[in-house]
């Protein structure tokens, strides 16, 4: 076979190669708008079905409140009716009484005339006599028919028009929620949510963040945070496990939610941090991430490390003070490259810590940068970075030296930023704390 067969051979596999991926992609972007076109015709669906029923419903409850308005009025006319219609009844009835009287005394008054002399003189003296006992110059009154109530209703034509107003202005369609999740980023059993506003005419006052596990049928959106910031670390994650996160946004002066972002999925696959079960002096949440130091008896004081070393470089190490003690300026929080059982606080070589008055140490040494004292309620935050992959002296790992991280050491509104050599190179690192005195309750993510 000639070089110009192979080179055309060759020319041929990588046209086909080309071609499998350019269709490839091709197919790839078929598949992406297709579920764009399945998300618009979904969200249309559900963005109709939602405006039927809610309108459905305002119908409903519309009528049967002027129903209940109007029974209320019908009601009222009824009352002023058999208020207003008693009394003329009353007189009413009076009056026929009276009719009557002068009817049957007519009757006798005729008969007397009409009678013989020997019985006419009795006949009237008694008719004269019943005459006398009715009373007939005396007529009971009757009212004038401007004292008598004229019934009206009286019906404000404006509602129709305020409704009108109000209803043209009810509810409203959008093609983009307002706010939209940004960035999910893993933490040790926990997920940092970012989002943004996306609509720049929407005046957000509020934000509402829900989650839920992914792939449940069963399982509802549970509520994570409602305020002004834009982020949240999402806390008790499992990994490996994925989650549903949405957002929404409340306008000023609005009391309705915008509707929400697209869902989006994110997983940790960082095991949580957890403080070491069996540590005298120390009692443990049950997920082990919160300590309370609730015995201050022993002689020394011990301190409390993590159960493995699951801190490595690049994270956010935070401790959250949520109880406090009496201060000592032994006490520690802070991170180190081993587990020194016998030490009494991470005031020592190989860690570095900030104690509860603002100190800040490194390998045992007290820097003269300090930071606000920890309180409750005070988050103390640990950043590091490798500065140099290998030891200074020189590249060879297994002959010592000194390895390099830079840290950065947050509390309240200020923070400190130093190197700190420590004689190995590392890839992970132990936290700890250590209290002299009972009382402090610290909680580490």
Known sequence: MSVEVDLLLQEAKESIEAAQNYRSELQQRLNGLNQARKQVRGSSGQAREALRRHFTELQAAAGRLLTERLNALLAEVDAI??????????????????????????????????????????????????????????????????????????????????????????????SHPPAQIEELQERPGSILVRWCKVDEDFAAADYRLQYRRAGSGGSQYEDAYIGRDCEFLILHLDPHTDYLFRVCARGEGRTEWSPWSIPQTGYTTLTPHEWCPGTEGYILSSRRNIALRNDSSQSRCTV??????????????????????????????????????????????????????????????????????????????????????????????????????????????????????????????????????????????
């Open 304 to 445: 409390l490390y993590s159960n493995a070393p699951t801190y490595f470089c690049g994270q956010t190490l935070t401790f959250k003070i949520s109880a406090a003690g009496p201060m000592d300026r032994r006490d520690s929080l802070g991170v180190c490259v081993d587990s020194r059982r016998e030490a009494e606080s991470l005031q020592r070589d190989q860690a570095v810590c900030i104690s509860t008055n603002g100190a800040v140490f490194v390998n045992g040494k007290e820097m003269t940068n300090q930071l606000p004292a920890v309180t409750v309620g005070s988050s103390v935050t640990f950043d590091m970075e490798v500065v140099n992959l290998f030891p200074i002296s020189n590249n060879n790992l297994s002959e010592g030296g000194n390895f390099k991280l830079r840290v950065t050491i947050g509390s309240g509104n200020r923070e400190v930023v130093f190197d700190w050599l420590v004689d190995q190179a590392v890839d992970c690192l132990y936290f700890g704390c250590s209290f002299v005195h009972c009382g402090w309750k610290v909680l580490v993510y």
């Open 81 to 174: 009716e058999a208020e207003s219609v008693k009394p003329l009844d009353d007189c009413q009835s009076l009056i026929e009484h009276g009719v009557g009287q002068a009817d049957e005394l007519l009757r006798e008054g005729e008969a007397a005339l009409r009678c013989g002399l020997g019985e006419k003189e009795d006949q009237l003296g008694s008719f004269t006599k019943k005459a006398m006992h009715i009373q007939l110059d005396s007529l009971p009154e009757v009212p004038a028919l401007v004292d008598v109530p004229c019934v009206s209703a009286q019906l404000d034509d404006s509602l129709l028009g305020l409704l009108r107003e109000r209803v043209s202005r009810h509810g409203s369609v959008s």
